[in-house]
T-cell receptor, first 112, second 113 residues
Framework: SQQGEEDPQALSIQEGENATMNCSYK?????LQWYRQNSGRGLVHLIL?????REKHSGRLRVTLDTSKKSSSLLITASRAADTASYFCATEGGGLPDKLIFGTGTRLQVFP | ETGVTQSPTHLIKTRGQQVTLRCSSQSGHNTVSWYQQALGQGPQFIFQYYREEENGRGNFPPRFSGLQFPNYSSELNVNALELDDSALYLCASSPRDRPYEQYFGPGTRLTVT
């Protein structure tokens, strides 16, 4: 089963624009992570935000977490064509911190 | 690029056959997890191995089994392949003291015909 649900399912923007993706989850968490996947290949870890954090930045990435609403958002600023990929949120599950439960993903297309 | 490698890259098998997929963990990582990713979906947790023993399992039938070796490399075995087993299989390794830091390999694309 999928813990997280990303919204939108797909997003198309022009280079230079900002991209915002949202994730909702069902159970309480210790942390939430965002991953990126290019063309059905391996996932790359982008950022982790802990349950006691509300916002975190890494380069052009900004992640927010609202535990009261069980939701998170990923903002990519000044997007580039190379940002074209699928983005997934993931939470831990089943008492195992390294058992990740992924959402369905947002497919981002950035046009030059 | 993570230090996790997987083989083969692509594989085509026939329904009813058996398949073995391999994963080499990043150096220093003693935990490996396997995930199945169907087309257009997020990865789903299959199981995890720590110190050569299964340490948690997702909602997958017993025909999905695994091994972890003393050098922390790992295998995923699937018996009696079904068409729905067609997917990208990902392994991820992590250090035990930082289990949330998962490093994924590039995956093996399995097609069952």
């Amino acid at each position: 089963s999928q813990q997280g649900e990303e919204d939108p399912q797909a997003l198309s923007i022009q280079e230079g624009e900002n991209a915002t993706m949202n994730c909702s989850y069902k159970t309480s968490i210790n942390n939430l992570q965002w991953y990126r996947q290019n063309s059905g290949r391996g996932l790359v870890h982008l950022i982790l935000i802990r349950s006691n954090e509300r916002e975190k930045h890494s380069g052009r990435l900004r992640v927010t977490l609202d535990t009261s609403k069980k939701s998170s958002s990923l903002l990519i600023t000044a997007s580039r064509a190379a940002d074209t990929a699928s983005y997934f949120c993931a939470t831990e599950g089943g008492g195992l911190p390294d058992k990740l439960i992924f959402g369905t993903g947002t497919r981002l297309q950035v046009f030059p | 690029e993570t230090g996790v490698t997987q083989s083969p890259t692509h594989l085509i098998k026939t329904r009813g056959q058996q398949v073995t997929l391999r994963c080499s963990s990043q150096s220093g990582h003693n935990t490996v997890s396997w995930y199945q990713q169907a087309l257009g979906q997020g990865p789903q947790f299959i199981f995890q191995y720590y110190r050569e023993e299964e340490n948690g399992r997702g909602n997958f039938p017993p025909r999905f089994s695994g091994l972890q070796f003393p050098n922390y490399s790992s295998e995923l075995n699937v018996n009696a392949l079904e068409l729905d087993d067609s997917a990208l299989y990902l392994c991820a390794s992590s250090p035990r003291d930082r289990p949330y830091e998962q490093y994924f390999g590039p995956g093996t694309r399995l097609t069952v015909t």
